[in-house]
């Protein structure tokens, strides 16, 4: 083998190489899902909370305006731009999507008793009605797109003892979407959230 085969195949195998360790960031089949249980004061849902991580790239504005358009395609709208509330609080009557565009969180879900999970740009999360979430801390630029689907408004709910049974009657209603806001018709909440 010459010198220009050998240079040329050690790039083709590099490149495959490199190719590799990057799928499975983008793996948008292998989610990361978490399950929280009612406690007491937070409902949770049966359904799992769904995180995308590092599943786009654009960022600031540019990445606001593809999410924007990424989730209204997939008939998630009524979109927002800001944080995450710093109380524990929940929605009764939607789903919600958060999709990071800029910084980093830490994110207090499923209440109490739930989980803090680090967020970053590039990373989506689908949160089921009912499930609680809290920002505890964040970065200066940490900014989210938030959608619902059908363009639902949320009502906001923070845990308190007079917000049941009503708050459990209005979650039973909520219907599940007909679309994952990140995959579409394809994986995502369409077969992890299988009633």
Known sequence: MNRKSFIKMGSLLAGTFILKLNLPAMNINQPITYFFEDDGM???????????KNV????????ADWLEKHFSENNWTNSWRWGVYPFHHYHSNTHE????????????MGGE???KIEVSAGDI???PAGVGHKCLSNSNDFTVVGAYPNGLSPDLMRGEKADRPKADKNIE?????????FTGTKEGLIRLWKK
């Open 125 to 127: 999360i689908v949160i």
């Open 113 to 115: 008793k739930g989980k």
């Open 173 to 181: 209603k909520v219907s599940q979407p007909e679309t994952d806001p």
């Open 97 to 108: 999507v958060l999709g990071c565009f800029s910084g980093s969180a830490l994110l207090h």
């Open 42 to 52: 937070i409902p949770n849902s049966r359904y799992p909370l769904i995180v995308y």
């Open 56 to 63: 786009f790239s654009l960022r600031g504005n540019e990445g």
